[in-house]
Every structure is written in C-alpha cells, then in structure tokens.
C-alpha cells in the first residue's frame, strides 16, 4: 500500500529517531505536521512502513514534549541535522510564510521535541525569512550541508521567487557532555547477556540503569550500576542480565544519570543468540568519536568482504569504501578529515545483510 498524505506539498526526509536501526521516514505536508512512519526492517522489508497508529489519520504525528504536535501553520519541509553537536537531533522546518523553525530532541533518542523558535542571523537579529517581501506564500525548503569543504555546516533555503539564500553556521563550541562513553555491547551468554561499556571521561556521574527491550521501542529497567563519580581515566563496566527472555534478539540502552538528576541516553545495541555464521552483523564504535572509528563482526565469525557507507541524517553518504572485515575490531580509514561533527547513520553491508548504526562525530 502507497503512503498517501491526502494533502498537497509532501516533503520526506529520514532518519533514525529513536536510534533502534530502523530509518524513520518523516513527512512534511500542507497541514503544517509532521508524520512520521518507521521501516518495518532494515533487510528484506527496507523500502516498507508501518504507520506506527490505528488512527484514521493513518500516521502518528511528531510532538513536542508538551503532548502538542509541532505544527508550522501550512506546508512544513523538515531537513535534520545535529547543529550544536550535542548528540540530540534537531529539525529545521521550513514555512510557507518563509521562516524556518527550529525543534530539538528532549532527550537522545526521544522522539519528544522543543520548540527553540525561528533561525536568525544572531541572537539579536530577526528570525530570517525567504521570499517576496509583504507576502506569505514564500514556501521556504531548508537544506543542510558541507558545502564548500570547510567543516561547517551551512542552511541553503529555497523560496517560491526561484532563489536559494545560503547561510553558513558560526563556530560553536560543542556542549561537553559529563559521560563520554567510548563503547557498549551486548553478548548472549548461557548465563544470560552480558553488557559491557566503558567511559573516557565521567563528571558528576551518579549511576547507569541498563534497559532492555524485545522490540527496540518499549523498554523496561532491568540493572543498576554505580559510576566513578568523577574520572578522567578510562572505566570498565559490566552487567550481567541472567533474566533476559529467550527471544532470539534483544536490544539494550543505558540510561545514564549525572547526580543533578540530568539523564542521558546511549546508543541502542542488539544481542543475538543465533548461532556463528547465522547472518553476522557487523559492528561500529565508540558510537561517539572525534577520529577514530573501529568496526568488528561477531566473534567467532568468518573474515569476510563488508561495505561501509557513512549517511548524513539526510542520507546523503559522506563516505564508502569496501573493507575486508573480521572478529577482531580494525580501524576503519580514510574517512574525511573535514567531516563536521554532528550525527551520522554508519551502513555496514556483509552477505548476509546490512546493519545501521547512529555515530556521533565529536
């Protein structure tokens, strides 16, 4: 079955929201929402969408963190991108009267937004508009990108009047995160799947809850373990979950929790208990790097050939290169120099099909 919108001016754009490895596929229209349907699978359903509601709508409808639905008024055109580089998506919506709004995930992997108003040249400029002056119907159509290879990010906006206004983003120094987590991942064991993680930097950290899902959406706390506190030096942490289902995949987060009560998600992680040479699926990390990149398959797997493709939210790719892949984790090189920090989608594709991965370049 087609999406069909029922309305006029549908703007697609995808990305992973919720960071499960499924492509959310979010769909501007004439009524000023946003909706959003996920991949049903990245494999053999990877151009199928479940509508994600029973409504008669037919699509659930992205929400600020107040319950309202994000709604521009008329013709929304969503681009993402990560402007401030502190691993939380934010949407530009362009208007029809020209503006182009700025949302912000609440959390990680939320699918809840802030309302953070319009783009402007500064703080103390107004907010920039496209279009004919004195008139509404300017149909503004945001797009986000390295243009010029200079590692910043720039906003090229079109307007009905047939011109495209470029913008480059001013130098921010990227909000410093209190748990730079360095890796995570899950094992199956006899005794249950075992959770591992460990930390480059911790500042006022108060505790990690590990949480577990069967679906990759609904998650339940299943662990609790203590942080340092206070580390420059790099730890070492380890949960055993022996009361995990006999699902064939499970998947896992942290929740971390700094000891002002602040929360922070981790990348979600799958935990097979399918046998070596089942369908391996490769593995990237730290998911948050300044340089270094590391992609492994499974232990016990056969070294074999793997493409690996970095996509910008937008799924523009920034980088391929086929590699020859195996247990033991590997550098993966020649990614550019000047890749601007922000969110990517990492693709990692073996005979026996792909994987996605949400990094964070830092």
Not at 195 to 203: G, N, P, V
Request: charged share 15%; net charge negative.
């Amino acid at each position: 079955m087609t999406i069909d919108m029922g309305y006029n001016f549908p703007r697609p754009v995808v990305t992973d929201l919720d960071g499960n490895g499924r492509l959310d596929l979010l769909v501007g229209d004439d009524n000023g929402q946003l909706a959003r349907f996920e991949q049903i699978d990245n494999t053999t359903n990877a151009g199928r969408f479940s509508t994600l509601t029973s409504s008669a709508a037919g699509c659930s409808y992205l929400k600020l963190s107040t319950g309202s639905p994000i709604d521009v008024g008329f013709t929304s055109k969503p681009q993402v991108t990560d402007l401030d580089g502190d691993g939380k998506i934010d949407l530009l919506v362009g208007t029809r009267a020209g503006n182009v709004q700025r949302y912000e995930q609440t959390a990680t992997n939320g699918l809840a937004f802030t309302d953070l108003g319009a783009v402007a040249y500064t703080s103390t400029h107004p907010p920039i508009k496209v279009g004919t002056a004195g008139t509404d119907n300017n149909y503004a159509a945001p797009a986000i990108g390295d243009f010029d290879g200079d590692g910043i990010e720039a906003l090229a906006i079109g307007s009905n009047d047939g011109a495209i206004l470029r913008f480059e983003q001013a130098r921010v120094t990227p909000t410093p995160l209190p748990v730079v987590l360095s890796s995570f991942g899950g094992q199956a064991t006899t005794a249950g799947v075992k959770l591992s993680w460990t930390t480059a930097l911790e500042k006022n950290s108060a505790a990690f809850y590990v949480e577990r899902s069967i679906d990759g959406k609904t998650f339940v706390t299943v662990g609790e373990v203590a942080a340092a506190g206070n580390s420059t030096t790099a730890r070492s942490y380890q949960f055993l979950d022996a009361s995990a289902a006999t699902a064939a995949t499970r998947y896992y987060r942290l929740r971390q929790v700094d000891q002002d009560g602040t929360t922070d998600y981790s990348a979600i992680v799958p935990a097979s208990t399918r046998a070596a040479g089942a369908g391996p699926g490769a593995e990237a990390y730290p998911n948050s790097c300044t340089d270094a990149l590391y992609v492994a398959l499974p232990a016990g797997t056969e070294p074999q050939a793997a493409r690996a493709e970095l996509l910008t939210l937008a799924g523009q790719p920034v980088f391929s290169a086929k590699r020859q892949l195996q247990a033991s984790p590997q550098l993966l090189s020649g990614l550019p120099a000047t890749l601007a920090p922000g969110l990517y989608v990492l693709r990692l594709t073996t005979a026996a099909g792909s994987t996605t991965q949400r990094i964070t370049r830092r």
